[in-house]
């Protein structure tokens, strides 16, 4: 039996990879291809009053000059998929002449070259009539509303939950904290810029695009032209990094389509790095209230959680941003409260650990003011709080193993030769802080399909139409059919990538592990019970077979994944620098595939989460809703220099529950809880609690 599962094997796709086999959007040129480049709006509100399309038309190599006053009128059948908001209609691209907000697409230049339609871009001349934008929720106009998807009785995240008298708890609690907490909107700003090339053959189209979702990709399309979803081929073998922005079909994939289909011929379009800023998603921006009671022993209370998020006025984006406050922790009192105020910007996106990383960051770090102010020990604190059932849902874990994770963490890490007094430890005259946190993540499971085929040399072809943006799907899959099928690695061939092969959710939320993994074991198993009844048949066979959790089970356990983060920290106390030292997560996610592609995710996202705590921002000017560092050089995020020793671990955890695999996804955990344990020491290391991300070098100078 080969022993496949549980082996640290190298990526089969690495030295694609390396070498520059792999073929990313851009790289599909096709023959006779013009180049696409969008135009965007310059007004945050408005409208276009005028556009002088005959001079940029008669510049040197120009195919197309498209605008709402020339393009055709498209179906835009209604289609939605889980990562599409509920509330709220996509924008719908050149079909009139409203601006809804800068870097809104208002036109595009195809031409021969892509120096060409640059050139004819930038001297497009577009005249309008602008309005002042609401783009800051903090903003007097920016009124609060209540989520209407999240008031539906069968929505996973409500606008209001409450048990007990939280707020009649929280009065009477003998120690308390009330404190609001500021997280700053973020972009994805993968390796991969977005990119699609568009192909029409009659009345089918096929698009090579980066995509994390390409059966979607394919219904959206076939729902905005009004064609069959069989007359649409959506093509992405690799994806260079995507944080959740590949998901939905954004504009600049229509875009392509359309300018494909009026040229005449192929379209390449790469969106650049400023307008990624624009139309492609982004991390919300979110204001949060977190309110504690506790006994002097440090049972909770009470436990009241308010959030405030961004949204476009188009469409109502939700995530999961107070969820996790109803079964993290023991407490009889718990009121929780989510609303969305609609701005003049684009719509956002989940980015990694959506909602999770954000509402965790505001619950955990008020917990470690709790800990200071009732003198106990931050994972103390936490012990003591440590809940038996998901209290929210009324059901018990598939498995929680939380309390291992912090019991190895704070062994490996050193946490007993913490000073808890804040500004006790010092290396020379840098201050030295250490912090930590709790994370957590759902552990979901969504129905998907596989085909096998046995073939006559003894190799096995596995097919799915899922995605990978780098965690090693190539890989993890190839090794769940091998031991399945009871093959050597190297006799399996798995392909991902394609609208046509068995469908498949959507590369996010962690469950392409749980998700892709079980079907490609079932449709193995099926695969070598066919082989049984045919031994004297002969090969080739080709099975396929779909896998979900059991709907029974489902009803039955809450899943999730947990985890412990500690990190250390050196602050320069004069210039207000902060380095990470050291960082170590601890983390239950089931059953580990391969530890080798597990560590690369963790620690990933572990640096993910160091950005997001010290760096990441997107700033809007308010006159216009115009991104001013929507490049490299002032959107800052972690790079090499920046990282010295960041360790990922996993505790042992059998959940029979939970899948057919037994696995827990591990791509947003990691990041969720970095963040609130960098708060947390920077409070440690320089006794100033910063409640907003990203913590800033004037937020941890003495004042």
């Known amino acids: 039996m080969t022993m496949a599962i549980g082996q640290p094997l190298t990526r089969v796709d690495g030295r694609a990879k390396v070498t520059g086999a792999a073929r990313y959007a851009a790289e599909f040129n096709q023959p006779g291809q013009a180049y696409a480049v969008i135009v965007s709006a310059t007004v945050g509100l408005g409208r276009i009053t005028d556009i002088d399309e005959a001079s940029a038309s008669r510049m040197p190599g120009v195919v197309a000059v498209i605008s709402h006053r020339n393009a055709p009128k498209l179906a835009y059948l209604p289609h939605r998929a889980g990562i599409d908001p509920a509330v709220g209609e996509r924008l719908h691209m050149l079909q009139d002449d409203r601006v809804r907000f800068y870097g809104q697409p208002v ?9 060409q339609a640059e050139r004819a871009a930038a001297a497009l001349r577009i005249h309008y009539a602008a309005e002042r934008p609401v783009v800051d929720p903090s903003d007097p106009k920016a009124q609060a509303i209540v989520p209407e998807a999240a008031t539906r ?6 606008a209001d939950t409450a048990r007990g008298d939280a707020d009649g708890a929280l009065a009477s609690a003998p120690v308390k904290v009330d404190a609001t907490y500021d997280i700053a909107r973020e972009n994805h700003n993968p390796m991969e810029p977005h990119a699609t090339v568009a192909a029409w053959n009659g009345d089918r189209v096929t698009l090579w695009s980066k995509s994390q979702y390409v059966v979607n990709e394919r219904a959206e399309i076939a729902a905005v032209f009004g064609i069959p979803p069989e007359n649409v081929q959506i093509i992405s073998p690799f994806v260079g990094g995507g944080f959740g922005t590949s998901l939905r079909t954004w504009p600049h994939v229509t875009l392509a389509a359309l300018a494909a289909r009026q040229a005449k011929r192929p379209v390449k379009l790469v969106l650049n790095r400023k307008q990624m800023f624009f139309t492609t998603g982004h991390r919300p921006r979110t204001l949060q209230r977190i309110a504690l009671g506790a006994t002097p022993d440090g049972k909770l209370v009470s436990l009241i959680h308010e959030g405030t998020a961004e949204t476009s006025r188009y469409e ?3 995530e999961a941003l107070t969820l996790n406050s109803g079964f993290m922790y023991a407490c009889p009192n ?7 105020k609609p701005l003049d910007t684009a719509t956002p996106t989940y980015m990694r650990g959506p909602g999770e990383a954000s509402g965790v960051y505001a619950l955990e770090s008020a917990l470690d003011e709790l800990s200071y102010a009732l003198n106990i020990d931050p994972i103390e604190l936490r012990r003591r709080n440590e809940p038996q059932i998901d209290e929210g849902e009324r059901k018990p874990f598939s498995s929680r193993s939380l309390l291992q994770c912090y019991a190895v963490g704070a062994e490996q890490f050193g946490w007993s030769q913490r000073d808890p007094k804040p500004r006790s430890m010092r290396d020379g005259r840098l201050l030295i802080g250490m ?3 709790s994370a957590t993540y759902p552990a979901g499971c969504q129905p998907a399909s596989a085909r096998v085929r046995l073939l ?4 096995a072809e596995v097919e799915a139409a899922a995605s990978d ?6 890989t993890s899959m190839t090794q769940v059919a091998a031991e399945t099928l009871g093959l050597p690695v190297e006799q399996v061939r798995f392909s991902l990538g394609r609208s046509d092969y068995p469908p498949t959710p959507s590369h996010g939320g962690s469950w392409t592990m749980a998700s892709v993994g079980s079907a490609v074991r079932a449709a193995c198993l099926a695969a070598r019970d066919e082989a049984a009844k045919r031994a004297s048949a002969g090969r080739p066979i080709e099975v396929s077979a779909t896998a979900q959790r059991d709907p029974d089970v489902s009803h039955r356990f809450s899943f999730h994944a947990f985890g412990a983060v500690f990190v250390e920290i050196a602050v320069d106390p004069d210039v207000g620098t902060i380095r990470v030292r050291r960082a170590l997560g601890v983390y239950a996610a089931g059953r580990i595939v391969n530890p080798r592609l597990a560590l690369s995710q963790c620690t990933g996202g572990m640096v993910g989460g160091i950005g997001m705590a010290l760096m990441e921002r997107t700033v809007l000017d308010a006159r216009d809703g115009r991104p001013v560092n929507a490049h490299m050089a ?4 972690p790079v090499n220099l920046d990282i010295l020793q960041v360790e990922a671990r996993f505790v042992d955890e059998h959940d029979p529950h939970v899948n057919a695999l037994g696995v827990k996804g591990l791509g947003e955990i990691a990041l969720v809880g970095m963040a609130p344990a960098m708060a947390n020491a920077v409070f440690h290391a320089t006794g100033k609690r910063v409640r907003n991300l990203p913590i800033r070098i004037e937020d941890t100078i003495a004042a």
């Open 469 to 474: 943006m780098g965690p090693g799907t190539y």
């Open 634 to 637: 002032d959107y800052l995020f």
């Open 435 to 437: 912090g930590m946190s």
């Open 456 to 459: 006559a040399d003894g190799t």
């Open 316 to 318: 109502q984006f939700i």
């Open 334 to 340: 718990v009121r929780t409260r989510y609303r969305l």
């Open 153 to 158: 009785p069968d929505a996973y995240l409500k």
């Open 107 to 115: 036109a595009i230049v195809v031409a021969e070259t892509l120096d």
